[in-house]
């Protein structure tokens, strides 16, 4: 696992006009919220330089992150991110808090294995990806790197689901909590036009 560490202050200005003067200064407003019962949600400020660079980690979204508020550390996880659309720089951040007994709902990345071990691969099919992200639920000390889908044996014309998904133990697929009906399809075995088998 990646070790992401942000530093933050608490803010004790808010509103729209407060956050447009933090930007300017170079800073991301953000909030924390979580935790405990009688945890308060918390208003902060980060530097947005060193946040982007964190958040140019794809592992960074899907990691349990390392929050400094005032050189008090808290695990943390990331529900919510605003970007500027043309520019380098994030408008807000939305963490939650996170703790061993809580389990939490979060995207972590698809990992599509040993496709090119496969039949189908060997006869010039090929595998459309329909989705790359997938959102699990666990406790926060289960929480994987990525989840795995096993492609050595699909078929040609193949739709691969959610419930093709291998998670590791205590690890859900959120979606397949709601109902065969929320088993989507990830991905596609098809084969071009034109291409011919060996």
Do not use: W
Not at 11 to 23: D, T, V
Not at 59 to 73: A, C, N, P, R, Y
Not at 105 to 111: C, L, R, T
Not at 148 to 164: A, F, T
């Amino acid at each position: 696992m990646n070790n992401f560490k942000i530093e933050a202050v608490i803010r004790e200005n808010q509103g729209k006009g407060a956050s447009r003067r933090l930007r300017k200064e170079g800073l991301v407003p953000a909030v924390v919220y979580g935790g405990a019962k009688n945890r308060k949600p918390l208003s902060l400020s980060l530097i947005n330089k060193d946040f982007i660079k964190l958040t140019n980690n794809d592992s960074f979204f899907s990691s349990i992150i390392t929050l400094v508020i005032d050189g008090k550390e808290e695990n943390v996880i990331i529900k919510d991110l605003q970007r500027h659309p043309a520019k380098p720089l994030l408008l807000h951040a939305d963490f939650q808090r996170i703790t061993k007994s809580n389990r939490i709902s979060i995207k972590v990345p698809i990992s599509f294995d040993n496709f090119e071990n496969s039949a189908v691969a060997k006869s010039a099919a090929k595998f459309a990806v329909e989705a790359n992200v997938v959102e699990v639920l666990c406790a926060a000390d289960k929480l994987p790197e990525s989840v795995s889908v096993d492609l050595s044996n699909v078929e040609l014309g193949q739709v691969l689901h959610l419930s093709d998904i291998i998670v590791p133990a205590g690890v859900q697929v959120a979606a397949l909590r709601r109902g065969e009906d929320h088993n989507q399809s990830i991905g596609y075995i098809y084969s071009p036009r034109g291409a011919t088998a060996e």
